[in-house]
C-alpha cells in the first residue's frame, strides 16, 4: 500500500510540475487555457491514482487522457470485468465530466504475463514506429495521439481537433509496415461551454 501511495503521489507531482511550466494562453474551442489545461492535469493524476488503488485494474495497462473534464480511457484490459471497474474508478474522481471508456478486452484468459517478450517487444518497436509517422506526418499532431499495440493490433487514442485529423491518423499508422490492424478510438475535442 505504501508503493501505490508513493506512486500516486509522484505521478501528481510529476503531472502537475509539468503542467504549470506551460506558458499562458487564452483558451479557444480547440485550445485549452492555461487554467484547463493545469485542471485537466490534476484529473488526469487523480484517475491515474484511483486506478492504482482498484484491486482489479492493472494501472500500468491503462492509457488516461483528459480534455476539459472528459476522461478518455484507452489501452488493452484482460477482462470486462477490469474495463467496467476502470470506468467506475474514474467517474468516481471529483472534476470528471465524462468518460469514454476505450479499452479493448483481449479476450478472457489472455493475461500480459502470458505474452511472450519477443510479442511484447515486437509490439514496442511497432507502436514506436507508428507514433514517428505519426508525428512526422504534417495533418496528424502526433504529441497528442497516444498509440498503444498489442499482437499487432494498432489503438489510437486521445483528442484531435477535427475528423480530417483523425481519418489521416487511421492512414498514417495503416501505412506502417506490420501492423495488423488498427483501431482508431481518437475523440473529437468537446467544445468550450
Do not use: H, W
Not at 82 to 96: D, F, N, P
Not at 109 to 138: C, P, W, Y
Not at 141 to 162: H, M, P, S, W, Y
Amino acid at each position: 500500500m505504501k508503493m501505490k501511495r508513493k506512486m500516486r503521489l509522484s505521478l501528481l507531482a510529476t503531472v502537475l510540475g509539468a503542467t504549470l511550466a506551460l506558458g499562458g494562453c487564452a483558451s479557444t474551442d480547440t485550445q485549452r487555457g492555461t487554467g484547463e489545461t493545469i485542471d485537466d492535469a490534476a484529473v488526469t493524476a487523480k484517475v491515474k491514482a484511483a486506478l492504482v488503488d482498484n484491486d482489479i485494474v492493472e494501472a500500468g495497462e491503462v492509457n488516461v487522457t483528459t480534455y476539459r473534464g472528459v476522461v478518455q480511457l484507452s489501452g488493452f484490459v484482460d477482462s470486462n470485468d477490469e474495463k467496467t471497474q476502470a470506468t467506475q474508478a474514474a467517474k468516481s474522481v471529483s472534476g470528471v465530466k465524462d468518460v469514454r471508456n476505450d479499452l479493448k478486452v483481449q479476450g478472457e484468459g489472455t493475461q500480459v504475463a502470458d505474452r511472450s517478450a519477443g510479442a511484447v517487444v515486437d509490439d514496442s518497436a511497432l507502436t514506436a514506429k507508428v507514433k514517428t509517422a505519426l508525428i512526422g506526418d504534417e495533418t496528424t499532431k502526433g504529441t497528442q495521439i497516444n498509440v498503444e499495440t498489442r499482437d499487432g493490433v494498432v489503438q489510437l487514442a486521445g483528442f484531435v481537433n477535427t475528423d480530417a485529423e483523425r481519418e489521416r491518423a487511421t492512414e498514417v499508422a495503416r501505412g506502417v509496415s506490420g501492423v495488423k490492424d488498427v483501431r482508431n478510438d481518437l475523440q473529437i475535442k468537446p467544445k468550450q461551454q
